[in-house]
């Protein structure tokens, strides 16, 4: 039997449920093996773009909003900071519903002190400088190797394969893709900097991953259509990249230590990660 992972903090955005691309069965996995004191949703959980065109929420799915809920009711502490995909709940926000918490945005305290901002990261997006017809190409082609994604993992599935993410590999080598996310990564570590934070969480890009500037710890926790990934903070406070299964696959760079908060210390290289 799995042994159960307690950790202080869950960290994970882009579920889009009511798609065919959501990993709901993969993340309910991910919930039976991992026990957090506090829940964050950062976003585009529900897919209401996709849903307003065709409703639909799968039993794996359904099964799936039924486990975070009894997370809630168990008293996990569960705050949901609706996305862009999910932005008509953004009226919601500064209300609980069905104990769970619903905000713009967040300041996370990490157990070693730290201050986060926390939020989806489409703001974010106005200071992406990509040529209109690349945004579009991007995502026509984004759409179609999701949909081959599922087909090559029904494949692999049915010859008892693991998970693998076509998508993510694909991604990862077009140029275009990784301006985007390098773009996105400056932007967010810019408003956390700015705010006199020690650091950001966010998803929105798909792209899980820590990078570190000045002082600054910039986190993504990534999504679940395609990576299956996670952030966790553990009692002590620190934090690392966790697969589908639960498995550690990054840890947090080393930063120099510093006052809560502080923008004192000299500036650092910037530290890039394997992102999932």
Known sequence: MATTLTVRTLFISDLHLGTRDCQAELLSRLLRRVRPERLYLVGDVID???MHRRAALPAQQQRLVARILRLARSGCEIIYIPGNHDAALRRLCGLKVHRVSIERRAIHETADGRRLLVSHGDEFDTHVRLAPWVMALGDGMHQFVLSLNRWVNR???ALGMPYWSLSAAVKGRIGAAQRYVAQFEQAALHQAGREGLDG?????????GFRARDGVLYCND???VEHCTALIERPDGRLALIDWQGEVIEHEPA????PVGGRGTPAQDDTDLVRA
């Open 48 to 50: 209401l773009i996709a």
């Open 155 to 157: 494949v692999r599935s």
């Open 200 to 208: 950001y969480v966010g998803g929105h890009i798909h792209q899980a």
């Open 222 to 224: 990534g999504d679940w």
């Open 255 to 258: 930063m120099e230590a510093q």
